[in-house]
C-alpha cells in the first residue's frame, strides 16, 4: 500500500512581523511549486584526475523560489498584502505546512519577486505569485 499523501489542504501562510509572529493563511491558492532548490556545480578536474571524466563539488545551495497560482480576490485583505509587499520589496517570513500526518512545515523568509494576473474571457481571474526564498527552510514537525 503508498504512503503517499493528498496535497489538498497544503497552505500558504505569511506572517505579520510581530515579536509573537502570527501566521494568516492565504486564501484561493490552487498549485504550490518549489521550493525550486538547486546548487552550484564546481569542476575540481585537474590534470592528475584519473580518467576521463570531469571531477565535481557541489558549490552554494539556494531554495530558490515558492511558486503559487491562486484565484484573483481583489478585495482580499491577505492577497492585497501581497501585492503590497511586491512594490514595497518587503521581505516577510512565511509557512508552507504540508496536510501529512505530522503538518510538516517549511519556514522560510523571502519577497515577492513576481506576480502576474491573467484576466481570460472565459475563467476566473488568476494571479500566479512567486517568492523568492532566502536562506534556507527548515522543515519541522508541528
Known amino acids: 500500500m503508498s504512503l ?5 489542504g497544503t497552505q500558504l501562510k505569511a506572517g505579520d512581523g510581530a515579536a509573537s509572529e502570527v501566521f494568516t493563511l492565504i486564501p484561493e491558492i ?11 556545480v564546481i ?3 585537474s590534470h592528475d584526475t584519473p580518467g576521463g571524466f570531469r571531477d565535481k563539488l557541489q558549490g552554494l545551495k539556494d531554495w530558490g523560489e515558492l511558486s503559487f497560482e ?7 485583505v491577505q492577497q492585497q498584502q501581497l501585492h503590497s509587499d511586491y512594490v514595497a520589496g518587503t521581505q516577510r517570513n512565511y509557512q508552507l505546512v504540508f496536510p501529512n500526518a505530522g503538518n510538516t512545515t517549511f519556514s522560510f523568509k ?4 513576481a506576480s502576474p494576473i491573467t484576466a481570460a ?3 476566473p481571474l488568476v494571479r500566479n505569485c512567486t517568492i523568492t526564498i532566502m536562506g534556507a527552510p527548515q522543515p519541522t514537525l508541528i
Open 4 to 8: 503517499a499523501t493528498l496535497a489538498k
Open 30 to 40: 490552487r498549485t504550490i511549486t518549489g521550493p525550486s532548490m538547486s546548487a552550484d
Open 43 to 45: 569542476d575540481v578536474t
Open 70 to 76: 491562486m484565484w484573483w480576490v481583489p478585495t482580499n
Open 110 to 113: 523571502g519577497f515577492v519577486s
Open 121 to 123: 474571457f472565459d475563467a
